[in-house]
């Protein structure tokens, strides 16, 4: 059975930082393409960053720059770090695998980051 777990959501304050986790079990990790998207109230789900299983990355406009995803594949761990948070970076943040050739796709449950004073 395949899970994806996210962590590391909460409360930051503009201009803060903060770095998701997604744990993942149950697929051959290193072969699948990892992603982070978000869904704000009332928006329909976007991407947020991808990186392949060559490691090569991918970010939304929104976030280039100011972001950075990862992965560590000793670990089936992926990571997004993100700084100078905004209040419109507030979102569920879902941990995506997309196996080779878009066989298989899964999600994580979500872990909610808001942005506020």
């Known amino acids: 059975q395949v899970h994806l777990v996210e962590s590391g959501g909460g409360l930051v304050q503009p201009g803060g930082s903060l770095r998701l986790s997604c744990a993942v079990s149950g697929i051959i990790f290193r072969l699948y393409t990892m992603g982070w998207y978000r869904q704000a109230p009332g928006k329909q789900r976007e991407l947020v960053a991808t990186i392949t299983n060559g490691g090569r990355t991918n970010y939304a406009d929104s976030v280039k720059g100011r972001s950075t995803i990862s992965r560590n594949n000793a670990e089936n761990t992926v990571y997004l770090e993100m700084n100078s948070l905004k209040p419109e970076d507030t979102a569920v943040y879902y941990c995506?695998?997309?196996?080779?050739?878009?066989?298989?796709?899964?999600w994580g449950q979500g872990t909610q980051v808001t942005v506020s004073s």
């Open positions: 995506n695998a997309k196996a080779p050739y878009l066989t298989a796709d899964y």
